[in-house]
């Protein structure tokens, strides 16, 4: 079991909101299952478009702009279903993401993405990206618990979107 006293913490504190606690939960990840590269992305369906709010490496996945949501295997999976993607090597990956070769470029060739579900809706998806066969069934398993507090920070980024502070 995670130990969230340093994401409630975060929470807690005035100053920083949100990124303070967006950082606390790529800490969080990192410390649970391990993760070179980490963002969160946001998904608004009715318009059909997704985006990118985090980023722990923002040179290379900048947080700005919307995609379009496309319909494909990854997102009947993860947005339809609401499993979590697993794919532990670059060919995986490159068949579900096209920009596949800069995740290579970092080092990285195995992801989970792990969506955020509230009121039986995914409002977006922690993605954690690693070397080759990094996310064992046990890291897997263990990611289930950074939905709680995956879900507090997208709730978060809505409030203070709302707010007019993100």
């Given at each position: 079991m995670p130990d969230y006293s340093t994401f409630t913490k975060a929470l807690e504190t005035a100053e920083g909101q949100p990124e303070n606690v967006f950082d606390?939960?790529?800490?969080?990840?990192?410390?649970?299952?391990?993760?070179?590269?980490?963002?969160?992305?946001?998904?608004?369906?009715?318009?059909?478009?997704?985006?990118?709010?985090?980023?722990?490496?923002?040179?290379?996945?900048?947080?700005?702009?919307?995609?379009?949501?496309?319909?494909?295997?990854?997102?009947?999976?993860?947005?339809?279903?609401?499993?979590?993607?697993?794919?532990?090597?670059?060919?995986?990956?490159?068949?579900v993401f096209y920009d596949h070769e800069l995740i290579k470029s970092l080092g990285c060739e195995s992801v989970i993405n792990i969506p955020v579900v509230i009121g039986g809706n995914v409002i977006g998806t922690i993605n954690c990206l690693h070397e080759a066969d990094y996310y064992t069934e046990d890291k897997v398993a263990a990611a289930v618990a950074l939905k709680l507090p995956g879900a507090v920070c997208f709730l978060l980024k809505e409030r203070h979107k709302t707010m007019g502070t993100v």
């Amino acid at each position: 079991m995670p130990d969230y006293s340093t994401f409630t913490k975060a929470l807690e504190t005035a100053e920083g909101q949100p990124e303070n606690v967006f950082d606390a939960l790529y800490r969080l990840t990192d410390e649970t299952i391990g993760v070179k590269l980490f963002t969160m992305m946001s998904f608004d369906f009715p318009a059909g478009v997704a985006g990118r709010f985090y980023s722990n490496m923002p040179d290379a996945y900048p947080v700005s702009g919307t995609k379009p949501v496309n319909t494909t295997d990854w997102a009947r999976q993860v947005l339809q279903e609401r499993q979590v993607f697993v794919a532990n090597n670059i060919e995986g990956i490159a068949e579900v993401f096209y920009d596949h070769e800069l995740i290579k470029s970092l080092g990285c060739e195995s992801v989970i993405n792990i969506p955020v579900v509230i009121g039986g809706n995914v409002i977006g998806t922690i993605n954690c990206l690693h070397e080759a066969d990094y996310y064992t069934e046990d890291k897997v398993a263990a990611a289930v618990a950074l939905k709680l507090p995956g879900a507090v920070c997208f709730l978060l980024k809505e409030r203070h979107k709302t707010m007019g502070t993100v």
